[in-house]
């Protein structure tokens, strides 16, 4: 039997299908501005992370003029990994890179006869801020992070995130395909079966607004549905 509606069924493939993934890895996570870190977890020249979500092995640092950038973690003359510690601060990187991605001297100059080291930088990977949230692409010609983000800077203008500080974070290894995890706070509909002692006491899933906006940006809105309740956490 087929069922009409107006909006299509997803193939359960689409969860499920290790080719579709390996197709949502090439054109998705590795052509799609990620969140990185904060700015304020590299707080001075020379301090730098590995990060490796979309399986490649990519350093973010803080140059010497405290601009951050990312470079994938091999250098260019040998192939050789850059930095081994997951975070930490360093002058340079092996061999003899500085933290602009140039690379200065090789050891035995001798046994490199015409290598041009002005021509073996480090590769870049594309790194961009808003506020202090750093993002990465691995794609060279995406569109700017601001212009792909389209109407959301705009939105969170209000939030000041150049002033918004580091904290803390954490990290948690769950085995499911990432779009069930995404599908979860994409909608409300499921407060009142999986959320009836947090959050669905206090919000109105029914009074919830989606906006759609072009290239799969969207903004989700739901209002408080009692006037009167207050955060325990302010009292006292």
């Not at 003029?65 to 050789?80: E, L, P, Q, T």
């Not at 490199?112 to 801020?129: A, I, K, M, N, T």
């Not at 939030?159 to 599908?183: G, P, W, Y």
């Amino acid at each position: 039997d087929v069922c009409s509606s107006d909006l299509p069924v997803i193939p359960v493939g689409r969860y499920t299908d290790p080719a579709f993934l390996a197709l949502e890895h090439q054109y998705l996570w590795k052509k799609s501005w990620l969140y990185a870190l904060h700015s304020d977890e590299l707080p001075s020249p020379g301090s730098y992370v590995q990060w490796n979500k979309t399986g490649s092995p990519i350093i973010i640092a803080r140059g010497k003029d405290m601009k951050i950038r990312a470079f994938y973690n091999a250098c260019r003359h040998r192939g050789a990994p850059l930095v081994e510690n997951a975070q930490g601060t360093t002058k340079g990187f092996f061999c003899r890179y500085d933290l602009e991605g140039r690379l200065l001297a090789v050891r035995e100059k001798r046994d490199f006869p015409g290598l041009d080291v002005s021509c073996r930088g480090l590769h870049q990977v594309r790194c961009e801020q808003l506020g202090n949230w750093v993002f990465i692409n691995e794609d060279r010609h995406a569109k700017p992070l601001l212009e792909s983000l389209g109407p959301i800077p705009k939105h969170l203008e209000n939030m000041q995130l150049d002033r918004i500080r580091f904290i803390a974070s954490k990290s948690f290894e769950i085995a499911c395909n990432v779009k069930v995890l995404l599908d979860a706070f994409l909608e409300v509909y499921h407060l009142k079966s999986i959320h009836q002692n947090t959050v669905d006491r206090f919000l109105d899933p029914r009074g919830t607004t989606i906006t759609l906006w072009p290239k799969g940006h969207s903004y989700m809105l739901t209002p408080n549905r009692r006037p009167d309740w207050e955060d325990p956490g302010t009292k006292g």
